[in-house]
Structure formats: structure tokens, C-alpha cells
């Protein structure tokens, strides 16, 4: 009986704290007015309201997905194509592919839309990869690079990360400085999934050098969730015409378009036209293409996306720094943060409480990688951090 009153009281306490942060989202000028675009007020997300979780209707913070849901306008989008799905989105997959090259300031021959930024990788690697390429990666990234790498038949070439889990550049570049044959580079920024940024003094003076042979290729997938100044995204260096990056792109995180499966790639013409031979035509459908249209227009959206990842990132900070566990600076929509604790027993309680988190990343073996939910769930993880702390299992 007293167990269960225990749980009563800790139920009540997260929902006294949850109440709280609803306050300060809904309405505490001191701090809304700084982390909630007023403009969007008037056209809220269409989130589910918060519940309690339980392991049968956990918070999903295992797949750095957006908790928000796709934009309203997009939403109602989506909607609307499927009435027309019947048909090919033949001339919206032209209009949206025109409006990704407006917006990186290139021709529309420099982009290539594909399903996801995963299709994007492959596309890449068998495009311009010969038998004797390499593929360049640090150890601790996205796996896709290696596995389409794999299939392909590539020699994948691991390169040790620094000590703070940052990507060795000036190793990288030996690695290629060393290999007698073609090389491809690819290079994820903000990195998944530490969540740290490579600074671009740091790689656009290696892309510009123009090292033989070499391909660049740059996945962007988090950029939009960026605040360290340090961070550039090479789309400047192609709208200026180089010719060695391929520049990939993703409506899934920003976008919180996921489950849509709407990618592209930016690089120069004759880049792409490889890259074109890899992919099936008509190759996203109409809901997705539709859906990625609106988006973009959504300015209000994009803006309260980025907002409310700060705000749920400012929340999953503020218990890891008084839970004195260390994490590396992020920069993305999930927080790679240490363990004291064995990664399995960690994730066993979490889900035990409702929470699913992140699964191993080797050789980053006592890190856990937890995505950014809503600004509520986030306040439900920390009391529940709180609460493991009291048990020592965190």
C-alpha cells in the first residue's frame, strides 16, 4: 500500500510539473516571449495532448523524430493530394524540386529529390564510386554511408574520433592523403549521433583544397536545429559551382515529415545525373511531395519546431547538469549523454517507466543517445531521471 501511494505522489508531482511547463508555454511572458514565436500561437501544432506514459503508450524518444507532427498546413496538404493520387505527381515533383533549388540557389539540374536522405546516401556512393573507392567515415556516425558502402562493395575506411567524440579531420584527410585511388568522404553535421557540429573552418578548407579524386559527401539532415555560429552548411560553396560536395537533405526532421520519406540531394549537374542512374523515377509520392511544398511555406512552423527543441534540449540539460552527467554539447534534436550505469539496464528502467531511449552506438559503449520529445515529455524524463537518481540507476 505504501508503494502504491508512492506512485500516486510521484504521479501528482509530475503532473503539478507538467502544469507548470504548460504555463510557461501557453503563457509566461518572461519566458515565452523568448522561446515560442508569437506568430505561431495563432496556428498550434497538432500534437497530442500529453498523457502519462506507460511500456504499452511509451514517449518515443528513440529515433530523433519530430514530436511535433507535421505542420498543420502540410497536414491539410497531404490530405488534399490523396484525392488526386491516382494520378503521377509529375509536374509537383518539378514545382518542388524548382523550390529546393530556389532556396539553395542553384538550377533545378542541381537537385535530386529522393525517398529520404537514406536513398540520397546510396545514391551517392553508387553514383560515384568505382571498385577502388573508398569510403571515408569517422568510427562514431549515421551507418547508412557504411552500409550501402558494403553492399556496394567498397573498402570503408574507420577513422578513431578525438577524445570528446569530435571527428579527427586532420586523420581523415591523411586517410585519404594515403589511399592510392578514389576516395568519397562522407560527413555528417551536425554528427548522429553525438549531436556535435564540425566547425566549418574546419572542413571547407579541405573541400576547397580540391584534393585528388576526391567526392565530399555532406549530410545535413539536423542543420536546421543549429545555434553555434561555428556551423556552415556547404550549400554557399555549391550555389558558387564546386563541384566535388554532394549536399543531402531531409524533410524529416525539421519538417517532422519522417514517416513521408521526402529527401534530396544538391551537387552539380553532372554529379547528379550520376546520382539520377540510382534511383527509381517518380520516386515520391504525391502526399509526401504535396506535403513538403506547404512546409516550406510554413514559416511560423519551422520556426516553432526549432523553438520547441531548444526548450525540450534547455529541459534535458538542466537535470543531466544536476544529475552531474556529462553529454556532449548539442546541436541537433537528441543529446548523447554518459552513462554510470550499463546502456541495457539504463534502457530496461526507461522503458519500465514509459520511456524508450537510444540503442548502443559502439564504440561509444557507456553513452545513451535520447531524442528531444515535446517540451512536456521532456519534463516527464527529467522528473523521471530524478527519480532513477534516488534508486542509483543514473
Known amino acids: 500500500m505504501g508503494e502504491l501511494m508512492n506512485d500516486e505522489q510521484t504521479v501528482n508531482q509530475k503532473r503539478r510539473s507538467l502544469f507548470k511547463l504548460s504555463g510557461v508555454l501557453l503563457g509566461s511572458a518572461a519566458v515565452t516571449s523568448s522561446l515560442v514565436p508569437r506568430a505561431f500561437a495563432a496556428s498550434p501544432a497538432t500534437t497530442p495532448a500529453f498523457s502519462a506514459p506507460t511500456r504499452d503508450n511509451p514517449i518515443r524518444i528513440n529515433f530523433n523524430e519530430n514530436p511535433l507532427g507535421m505542420s498543420p498546413k502540410a497536414q491539410a496538404a497531404a490530405r488534399d493530394a490523396v484525392v488526386k493520387a491516382n494520378r503521377y505527381a509529375k509536374d509537383e515533383i518539378v514545382q518542388l524540386g524548382q523550390k529546393l533549388a530556389d532556396h539553395h540557389q542553384v538550377t533545378l539540374k542541381s537537385v535530386l529529390l529522393t525517398a529520404g536522405s537514406s536513398e540520397g546516401i546510396r545514391a551517392a556512393i553508387e553514383g560515384c564510386a568505382t571498385l577502388d573507392t573508398q569510403l571515408v567515415i569517422p568510427e562514431l556516425t549515421y551507418g547508412d554511408g557504411e552500409h550501402f558502402a558494403k553492399i556496394a562493395g567498397l573498402k570503408v575506411t574507420k577513422v578513431k574520433m578525438l577524445n570528446n567524440w569530435a571527428f579527427d579531420i586532420p586523420a581523415m584527410k591523411a586517410a585519404v592523403a594515403d589511399y592510392n585511388g578514389p576516395s568519397l568522404v562522407y560527413l555528417v553535421n551536425p554528427n548522429n549521433p553525438t549531436a556535435t557540429i564540425t566547425p566549418a573552418d574546419l572542413i571547407e578548407p579541405w573541400i576547397t583544397s580540391k584534393p585528388a579524386n576526391t567526392m565530399f559527401i555532406i549530410d545535413e539532415a539536423y542543420a536546421e536545429f543549429v545555434n553555434d555560429p561555428r556551423f556552415r552548411s556547404v550549400s554557399p560553396l555549391l550555389s558558387q559551382g564546386m563541384d566535388n560536395i554532394i549536399l543531402l537533405k531531409t524533410f524529416s526532421k525539421i519538417h517532422a515529415m519522417a514517416g513521408m520519406r521526402v529527401g534530396y540531394a544538391v551537387a552539380h549537374p553532372d554529379v547528379i545525373a550520376r ?56 546541436e541537433g534534436n537528441f543529446v548523447f549523454h554518459q552513462l554510470i550505469v550499463p546502456l541495457k539496464d539504463y534502457q530496461k528502467h526507461m522503458a519500465d517507466a514509459g520511456v524508450l531511449v537510444g540503442r548502443a552506438f559502439p564504440p561509444a559503449d557507456n553513452w545513451c543517445r535520447i531524442s528531444l520529445g515535446t517540451p512536456e515529455e521532456m519534463q516527464w524524463v527529467a522528473d523521471t531521471l530524478r527519480e532513477f537518481r534516488k534508486k542509483n540507476w543514473v
Not at 546520382?275 to 516553432?304: H, P, Q, T, W
Open 275 to 330: 546520382m539520377n542512374r540510382e534511383v527509381a523515377g517518380e520516386k515520391i509520392n504525391f502526399c509526401g511531395v504535396d506535403a513538403a511544398l506547404a512546409s516550406m511555406d510554413d514559416a511560423a512552423f519551422i520556426a516553432y519546431s526549432k523553438k520547441s527543441n531548444d526548450l525540450s534540449r534547455q529541459i534535458l540539460l538542466k537535470v543531466l547538469d544536476e544529475l552531474k552527467l556529462p553529454y556532449l554539447p548539442s
